[in-house]
């Protein structure tokens, strides 16, 4: 999955800011040369590379395809906000349950 926070790389990292060419996705690279931000991307443009030679499609097809892909990972993502949000909460009541048995 495309990495779409710069925190998650060393503070002195040499990281790329990139778009894909796909699905448009602004994402962070490890690579100058990188052109998509996942494999599934480079999987469909290849695809679609491949079609469009052989036979035409209707670009709002490849539209609708990289809007359906990118709304399955935004749903991946905010359910792993819901899942940290909910851990944070449970060590915040811990914490807040320890402090009040302290005083």
Known sequence: ???L???KFKY???VFEKTCLYCGTVYFANRSTAKYCSSTCRGYANQAKHLNEAAPWDETDRTVDALLSQVAYLKGQLQHYINENEALKT???KVEQTSKLAE
Request: charged content about 25%.
């Open 5 to 7: 926070d710069r925190s």
């Open 1 to 3: 999955m495309p990495t």
């Open 12 to 14: 002195n990292a040499k």
């Open 91 to 93: 060590h915040l009541s």
